[in-house]
Each structure stands twice: as C-alpha cells, then as structure tokens.
C-alpha cells in the first residue's frame, strides 16, 4: 500500500510538473507576452527622447565635414575658459570595459589618438583604469582618480547610468573638467557629454527598414545581448514599439552573444515556422543568426545587424537584404580631443550629439574594401583612417 | 540488478515493475525527456519530422557529450567545475591557431586534444596529491582559464577557423533518405557513448565507481586511487575539448562559448539520477539528462516564454525535475530499504557503516524497519549494469 502512495505521490508530482510548465507557458503565447511587453516598454520607453533622437536623425551635423568625430548636432555650446591652460595635462580614463568588440575597436581608437596628441603636447600621459563591467569597480577607480590620481581632466566611459551618478559628481566636485561618453549619467555636472544620437535612433531605423522590407503579419526574431544597459533596451524599446504599430510579428531573446545560443533560438523558431526578418541589438553573433538560415535550408531574412566586419562580409557573401546601423564607434576620439579643448579655452557643446548614420547596401562595398583586411571583430565606421599606425594598428587588433 | 529482482519474486508484478523503472530515478529522466518530446511535438507537429529530430540531436551533441564526461567524475566521487572553461579556451584556441590556414587543422587538434589532457591531469593531480576538495580546486582551473581567454582575447570575439574544421560541428553526411542530413555530431555523439558505456562496464570504470561509493574500502582492495580519480579528470577534460571542437563548427567562435557548461553537465548528470557524491549511476541516464534539459529549453522557446523572465522558469523547473528524482530515490529507499538515510544523500555512502538507521527527515513510524539483507540493497543503479 504503501508503496503505492509514493508511486503515485511521484506520478502527482510528474503530472504537476507537466501543469507547472504548461501553466507557466500556454498564456503566454496571447496576452501575457504583451503584458510583458508594455511594462517593459513603460519602463525603458521615453517618448521625449524618443522624438529628440528621431529628429536629430535628419539634422544635419555642424562641424568638420571629413571629420564626423568633431561634428554635432543641436548643439549649446559651453564656456570652458576657467578651464583655460597651457601645458601638457594628465588624462584619468575610468573605462568601463573592453570586453567587446566595438568597446575594443574604440579603445585601440582611442590610444592613437592619444599618441597624436602627446606628440603636439596637449596630453602628457593618459591613465586608464579598466572596470571589468563592474559598477563597484569603477566607482572605486573614479575615487582613486580623485584621490591620487593626480589628474587634469577626468575622463569616464560609465558602466551604467544611474549607479555611476554619485561617483560622476564627486569627480565634478573637484572642480577639474569631467568628460563623460557613450553611456551617459543621471547628472548634467560633466563639463561635456559626448555620444552618437542613441539607441532610439537605432531602433527607429532598423525598424523601419524592416517594416518597408516585410509585410504585415510578418516574423521578426529580435536577438538581444542583455537586459538592463540603456543604450541597448532603448534600441529595442524603440523597435518594439514601431513593429507593435505595423503589425510585425516580433519575439525577443536573450542571447549574451553567445553564437551557440542564437543559433539554437533560430533553429527553433525555424521549426516553428517561418522567419521573415532578423532584428539585433548589436552586430556581435549575426553571422551565426545567418548560419542558422543556411543550415536549416531555407531563404535568408531580411535582416539588420552593425557594422562589424564580420556581418559586413557575411551580408555581402550571402546577398542578403540588410541594413547595418551604427553606433558610431568614432566616437572613442573625441573625448580626447574634447579635452584638448577645453585646455585651451574653446567651448564645446554641453551635449555633444555626434552623427549616427547606418550603412545602407549602397555603401558596404565601400566600407568593405576601406577596410579589407581588418579583423572580423573592427568596426567599419572606427573613423581611425588618418590616425598613426594605420591600418596596422587595427589590423593587428594589439590591445594597448 | 540481481539484487533487485530477487526482490521481486511475484510474476504478476512486472508490468508494475517496468511502471516503476520509469519513476524510478534509473528510469524517470527517460520519462520526463518523452514528456517533454511529447510536449514539444504538441506544440509545434513539425518537430517530430525526422529532419527535425536529427537537427535537435546535433544540437545536444556538444552538452550530451560533456554530461558524458561529467558523469565519470561525479560518479567517482568529485566534480569539475572547469568544463566550461575547457570548452571556451579550447573554441578560442581553435579560432585564433587555425585561421583560414586548412593544413593547420590537424596539428591545432592534437594540440587541443594534449591541452586538455593537461588540464585534466593539472585537476586530478591537485585533488589527488594536494588534497585539495575537487570543488575548490576546479573552480580554481575554472577562473584561471577564463581569465587566461579573456587575457587573450579582451573577451570579445575572434575570426571564425578554417570552414573544413567547421564542419564537423556544421556538416554531415547528406543526401540521406527520411532524415535528409546525418550531422557528423551525432556520429561523434554515439562513439562517445558507446565508449562511455564500454567503459564504464571495464574493470576500471567499475573501479571509479567503487571508489565514489567508499574510497576506504576501495583503497583496501589495491586500488591506485590518485591514477583512478586523476584519470576521470582527465576523461572530462577530453570530452570538454570534444564538445569545444563540435561547438566551433555549430556555433563559431566566441569567449562566451561553453559559458555554463559545468552547470549544465552536473544538472544533466543529477537529472539522470547520477548521485552527487558517487558511487551511484548510469552513463546513459546522464545522456538523458542532457537531452531533458535542452529539450526542456526547447520547449521554452516553442511556447513564447518572454525573455525576461525565461531563466526563472528554467531554474524552477529544473529545480523540481531534480527534486522528483531525489524524491523517488528516497521513496525506494523507504518503500523497499531499510536504511531510512536523510534525502539522497552523498554522505550516507562515505559511510555505510550501520549507523544508517538514524533520522530521516520524515521518519514512518508505521513501517518497522527489515532486517537489511544486504547493506546496499537499493542500490540499482550501481555499476554501469
């Protein structure tokens, strides 16, 4: 008897399980997802924003005009003659991470320009304290910077916005310049945020070059790093909303960028059925995304990745309808330069919008032969051309 | 076995007895893997076609393989936490030694293959001769690899290797009538198998389960134990390599790669009812247990799961998966044994002196304990049999 009851103690236990993942899973297929949706979208969706950004995409930038790393858009210029001094001065860079692709390309970027600007002596040395994708680490490395760091100007790519804010502030309060770029910082104090339009601007114009290329009703898989980085929900918030508008059918995942994972996700909505568009967050992992086409056999999706190498030369192998936007790596100069600037008493734009423009399938071959023989991890819009070292310096990807 | 069906003198009672192998934690993870075929043809008819069913079992391959791996050294009584690091700094070895060079292919795999032989040894020698707990010690090989790839490679990918090493991760034999593709994976998937069964059924492989079950007794009967347990790290850390060569053509190169992969391979591996702690267990149900888990992910995908919070619905699963088994292990134990041990266990088989009689977590008073036959008489999953 006995024995019975725990047989069929563990059948129930079977059964529940099965109901657990049925419950958990069924719904979702209708109305959870879109709950889940808008709470998302409540939470990373910022209609201002997303009108500033979506007009800034048509503006065209002032500035330089072979040098897009010096333009900006909309800008309100700001007084920097308190800054005002000669001499070579100490640059303290608390960088976030280089543990991808596009911060790697940036970083190497970077560090040339840096050279260039040892040799004309406004820049003695640059101090670089890396973060490791900690927010702990970092806030530790801005107070180091602060505390002994001997610096003229202080230089932070943040890790995240809002846990960055504190330590942002206290270097602001040492009354010396603060340059912040890339992700940004809940806090105005910094002498000059640089960074490209944003993600909204990225997710309207993936979105509506897919919504053009496909139909309504159509599939879309939306291949996501991670959650939680502004920069990338705000891509997705944007794209999300717009795919909502026209009816694309769009499901998201996470992917870390793990080329195993995104090729599992394919195959599986593949045996699902059938797969229209591609929509990533970033271009890292779009040639596995696109294997997984060729390996189950069927015709490849329209589809919009960055402009890594890597998808540049995949797109142009394949012949696949695609877009690849950017998220202007060049930026990675002008905090430099940004900083030479300010040195020598020139204002600089409070916000320092620089342009963002995708690479339309008119213009890859371009980008491809500028950049024929970099790795597949480069960016093709580095903007490193009339750097030193170039193009063996990125072509040989050292990390300084 | 035998010990078993002496248990079973009534006739009458197998067709129980095969409903029993099922729930039984020998059989349950064969039945939550159909389970969940089962779901998953429901929800989408079109993969229980052959090509698609051939195309979910080169994409186990890689982690089937490295439960494979893991199950000898869980079984003997250790873990390895530094599989996945294995994976990984073997995929970025491939990647950045073989390039687009062809002819390099078989010089950087034997490379591989004698990288991780090393790392293997490196592990089994600091738990055998430094005494260092295995947990600790590869968990240690575990960050130094990962760091010594992100040291490499800045964390961020590198150029694909050679298509021709690719492809056998990324081809098969095509043209094949019903299944249209047999990927080489899977071919790689059977001869591992069918070695670890081999294996696990020679004098050496019933020896490291021996000495997961009770290394006293084990050492008393001339067991070189350093050799047996160093070689089951070894065995691991080959089979972690198999699986980077395999994840390389599936999947390209990339540091996150192989990330979890020791998780994976240990949930795998208990899902098949492969005791922590030794001693107890079956290669193939650690297979199983692979193909339950992927295909539980599977199952996720097919039903829409929101990315958010797929993860939490993953663990919790998992989590019950896990403790169904753990729950039938006991409910034997009670139904049919004697010893009332606490739970599954792992510290009841380092010491299976009689003292076992002692607290159960919920002791049943209406069930006079039996003389024990024999010490171990639960013990059906014993030994490869």
Redesign the interface.
């Known amino acids: 008897m006995?024995?019975r009851f725990?047989?069929a103690?563990?059948?129930v236990?079977?059964l529940?399980?099965?109901t657990?993942?049925?419950c958990?899973?069924?719904p979702?297929?209708t109305a959870?997802?879109e709950d889940?949706?808008t709470e998302?979208a409540v939470e990373w969706f910022d209609q201002e924003l997303y009108d500033k950004q979506d007009a800034e995409r048509d503006v065209v930038p002032e500035g330089p005009e072979d040098q897009p790393w010096l333009q900006y858009i909309n800008a309100e210029f700001v007084d920097t003659s308190q800054y005002a001094s000669t001499g070579a001065k100490k640059a303290c860079f608390a960088n976030a991470?280089?543990?991808?692709?596009w911060?790697?390309t940036g970083w190497i970027t970077m560090n040339q320009q840096l050279q260039v600007l040892q040799e004309a002596g406004a820049i003695s040395e640059m101090e670089t304290r890396d973060a490791q994708d900690s927010d702990d680490t970092q806030i530790a490395d801005i107070d180091y910077f602060i505390e002994e760091g001997n610096c003229d100007v202080f230089i932070i790519s943040p890790n995240s916005t809002a846990a960055m804010t504190p330590a942002v502030e206290r270097a602001c309060e040492t009354g010396k310049p603060v340059i912040v770029f890339d992700r940004g910082v809940e806090t105005d104090c910094p002498t000059t945020f640089i960074h490209p339009i944003g993600g909204f601007a990225w997710g309207i114009d993936t979105a509506e070059f897919l919504i053009e290329e496909l139909e309504e009703g159509d599939k879309v898989v939306a291949l996501?790093i991670l959650?939680g980085v502004d920069v990338l929900e705000q891509r997705w918030a944007a794209a999300e909303k717009l795919f909502d508008e026209a009816g694309i059918d769009a499901?998201?995942?996470?992917t870390?960028?793990?080329?195993?994972?995104?090729?599992?996700?394919i195959?599986?909505?593949l045996?699902?059925g059938d797969v229209q568009g591609v929509w990533m967050d970033a271009g890292?992992?779009a040639?596995?995304a696109i294997?997984a086409f060729e390996?189950?056999g069927v015709d490849y999706p329209v589809m919009t990745g960055e402009d890594e190498m890597?998808f540049l030369r995949k797109w142009k192998e394949t012949g696949l309808t695609g877009l690849a936007p950017v998220y202007s790596n060049f930026q990675w100069r002008t905090p430099l330069l940004a900083a030479q600037m300010i040195f020598a008493g020139q204002q600089v734009p409070k916000e320092w919008v620089l342009p963002q423009e995708p690479i339309p399938a008119e213009e890859v071959d371009e980008y491809l032969a500028l950049n024929e023989n970099m790795?597949?991890?480069h960016y093709a819009k580095f903007g490193g051309e009339d750097l030193p070292g170039y193009p063996q310096v990125w072509e040989d990807r050292q990390?300084p | 076995m035998s010990a078993v069906s002496s248990d079973r003198p009534s006739l009458g009672r197998r067709l129980a007895d095969l409903g029993r192998m099922l729930v039984s934690p020998r059989g349950a993870v064969f039945l939550l893997l159909i389970v969940l075929l089962v779901a998953i043809a429901l929800l989408n008819p079109s993969f229980a076609e052959p090509g698609q069913l051939i195309r979910f079992v080169q994409r186990v391959s890689p982690v089937a393989i490295v439960a494979i791996g893991q199950y000898f050294v869980i079984v003997g009584g250790e873990f390895d936490l530094s599989m996945g690091s294995v994976v990984t700094a073997q995929v970025v070895i491939a990647g950045n030694l073989i390039g687009q060079d062809d002819a390099k292919s078989l010089p950087v795999l034997a490379l591989m293959l004698a990288f991780g032989a090393f790392i293997g040894l490196v592990n089994g020698l600091i738990v055998t001769l430094l005494k260092v707990p295995s947990f600790i010690a590869t968990l240690g090989m575990m960050l130094a690899l990962l760091g010594a790839t992100l040291y490499w490679t800045g964390g961020a990918a590198t150029g694909n290797p050679a298509d021709s090493f690719r492809e056998i991760g990324r081809g098969g034999i095509r043209d094949l009538p019903v299944i249209e593709i047999l990927p080489w994976s899977v071919l790689v998937l059977v001869i591992v198998l069918a070695v670890a069964i081999w294996f696990a059924r020679r004098p050496f492989g019933r020896t490291i389960i021996a000495l997961g079950d009770n290394a006293m007794t084990a050492r008393y009967s001339g067991t070189r134990s350093w050799w047996v347990k160093t070689s089951t790290f070894i065995i691991s850390a080959l089979s972690a390599t198999l699986a980077g060569v395999l994840l390389v053509g599936y999947a390209g190169v990339h540091p996150s790669v192989g990330r979890g992969y020791e998780f994976t391979a240990i949930t795998a591996v208990v899902l098949g009812g492969v005791v922590l702690g030794g001693g107890r267990g079956w290669v193939v149900a650690a297979a199983a247990g692979a193909f339950a888990l992927e295909a539980l992910f599977t199952l996720l995908n097919f039903a829409g799961v929101p990315s958010t919070y797929r993860d939490a619905v993953q663990g919790v699963i998992i989590i019950l998966a896990v403790a169904y088994a753990a729950t039938t292990i006991r409910a034997r134990r009670r139904g049919r044994a004697l010893e009332t041990s606490p739970g599954p266990a792992p510290t009841n088989d380092t010491s299976p002196a009689p003292v076992a009689k002692e607290p159960d977590p919920s002791p049943d008073p209406a069930r006079p304990a039996h003389i024990p036959s024999t010490q171990r008489a639960d013990n059906e999953t014993k030994g490869g049999s």
């Not at chain 1, 499901?251 to 996470?254: A, E, K, L, T």
């Open positions: 006995r024995r725990t047989v103690s563990a059948m236990g079977a529940a399980l099965i657990l993942a049925g958990t899973t069924d979702n297929v959870p997802t889940a949706a998302e991470s280089i543990s991808n692709p911060r790697q996501r959650p499901v998201d995942y996470f870390g960028a793990d080329p195993a994972e995104i090729k599992k996700i195959s599986d909505e045996a699902k890292d992992g040639v596995a294997e390996d189950a890597s790795p597949d991890g990390m």
